[in-house]
């Protein structure tokens, strides 16, 4: 009886961790075929970081919304301004912005050397990660940004996301933080 038992508990934890191993790819399988999209809006109640900003603020001068998409859904969402200089307001961000965006219309030029990224927010596990790694490949292709900083909430999660990510903390503000991602 003994002899028939043991290979029946192996049996058993082997189809046991199949399906676990299974039900882990299919948790995180979306991400293999997900890919970046520029948007035209957002829903701003969705964003925890800053519900308060419009999709005009989002869309205005040197301003962008970018989304990771999986079969015709949004999963995650991260919003960036460009700018020549770190901004350490919401308010500082939008004059910033607007500014390198006149700078480079004057010059025919692509938008600020810095992308700030002030929100970001996932619908899904994973998400938040698989967008910062998403836009963080655009930016290295791209001619005119060398730079990826933040405008981030002082909150405990905001540091840890970023420190998971690799980004250094490189200033304290009055209400945010900016940690910064190497490019190069």
């Known amino acids: 009886m003994n002899k028939k038992f043991n290979p029946r508990i192996k049996a058993r934890l082997r189809k046991n961790r199949q399906v676990l191993?299974?039900?882990?790819?299919n948790f995180f399988g979306w991400v293999?075929?997900?890919?970046?999209?520029?948007?035209k809006e957002?829903?701003?109640?969705?964003?925890?970081?800053?519900?308060?900003?419009?999709?005009?603020?989002?869309?205005?001068?040197?301003r962008k919304i970018f989304?990771?998409?999986?079969?015709?859904?949004?999963?995650?969402?991260?919003?960036f301004a460009y700018t020549n200089e770190i901004p350490k307001s919401v308010e500082?961000?939008?004059k910033?912005?607007?500014?390198?965006?006149?700078q480079t219309a004057m010059r025919d030029q692509s938008g600020g050397q810095i992308a700030v990224a002030y929100t970001v927010w996932s619908k899904k596990k994973g998400g938040g990660k698989l967008i910062v790694k998403e836009v963080f490949k655009n930016i290295k292709k791209s001619n005119h940004l060398?730079?990826?900083?933040?405008?981030?909430?002082?909150?405990?999660m905001a540091t840890n996301f970023h420190e998971r990510n690799g980004a250094k903390l490189i200033q304290i503000n009055e209400t945010t933080q900016n940690f910064e991602y190497k490019v190069m």
């Open 21 to 25: 191993n299974k039900n882990i790819d």
């Open 32 to 39: 293999k075929g997900a890919k970046l999209v520029e948007l």
């Open 42 to 62: 957002c829903n701003p109640e969705e964003d925890p970081v800053r519900p308060e900003l419009d999709n005009k603020f989002r869309t205005g001068y040197g």
């Open 67 to 79: 989304g990771v998409e999986y079969q015709g859904e949004i999963h995650a969402v991260m919003c």
């Open 92 to 94: 500082e961000l939008e």
């Open 96 to 102: 910033l912005s607007t500014d390198a965006f006149l």
């Open 146 to 156: 060398n730079r990826l900083v933040t405008l981030s909430p002082l909150t405990e």
